[in-house]
């Protein structure tokens, strides 16, 4: 991950702390000022009771973003923050797109299968494809998702004369045996991103590397 997507990512994450924040301030604002509202009914204090008005319509402004918008746990600020670098380049039509989405991660990968086609798929439909055992040697090819990505780019498919290069130019990472590849991807890229978050990158990258060695 570059320094510019890392930025961009811990600015989204920070605003949606800060924003979360104030969510909770407005949600004890709100319950003060209803209260208060409440016994201003019952007398002459106009001014102050306009005032208030004001101020809870501005703390319902930002209840609306909760119900909306804003996600609720820090995970799921994490996810949504880390969301940003795949989306930009989801939408990257430039011609050396190839070229900074190879320069732009840390090339580290979850190994999620080895797969090959099926012998008795039809003419019609051509040749299906079926999942097999890592240990399987008659793979076709194996595939591999890179942590800092979540779109389409994010997985490669390595046919089988290439796995032992790629292998050996990249960081993979394996998920444990009682549990699913997807779910240790997803547990595997929040780690990365919260680490690169709040302390550094390079701290990420040395953590992550210890999982599933």
Same mark, same amino acid.
């Given at each position: 991950?570059?320094? &510019?997507? =890392? ?8 605003? =949606?702390?800060? =924003? ?32 208030? !008005? ?40 430039? &011609?050396?797109?190839?070229?900074? !989405? ?20 039809? %003419? ?33 498919? %390595? ?9 050996? &130019?990249?960081?993979? !990472? ?16 929040? %780690? ?22």
């Amino acid at each position: 991950m570059t320094n &510019e997507n =890392l930025e961009r990512v811990r600015n989204r994450y920070n605003k =949606l702390v800060e =924003l979360k924040e104030q969510i909770e301030n407005a949600k004890k604002m709100n319950e003060q000022l209803l209260k208060r509202k409440s016994e201003l009914e019952e007398n002459e204090f106009v001014k102050e009771y306009l005032t208030i !008005l004001k101020q809870l319509n501005e703390a319902h402004e930002y209840l609306a973003l909760e119900r909306y918008f804003i996600p609720n746990t820090d995970q799921e600020m994490l996810r949504d923050a880390a969301t940003e670098v795949s989306l930009q380049y989801c939408y990257d039509d430039t &011609e050396n797109r190839e070229e900074k !989405l190879a320069n732009s991660t840390n090339h580290i990968y979850v190994y999620m299968g080895s797969f090959k086609y099926d012998s008795e798929s039809d %003419i019609v439909h051509g040749p299906g494809v079926i999942q097999v055992p890592d240990d399987n040697p008659n793979f076709s090819w194996k595939d591999y998702k890179d942590i800092e990505l979540t779109n389409s780019d994010a997985t490669q498919q %390595i046919y089988k004369h290439n796995v032992e290069k790629f292998e050996a &130019e990249n960081t993979i !990472l394996y998920a444990p045996e009682d549990m699913d590849p997807r779910d240790f991807y997803d547990q595997v890229r929040l %780690i990365f991103f919260e680490t690169a978050i709040k302390e550094s990158q390079e701290e990420a990258v040395r953590k992550v590397k210890t999982i599933g060695k």
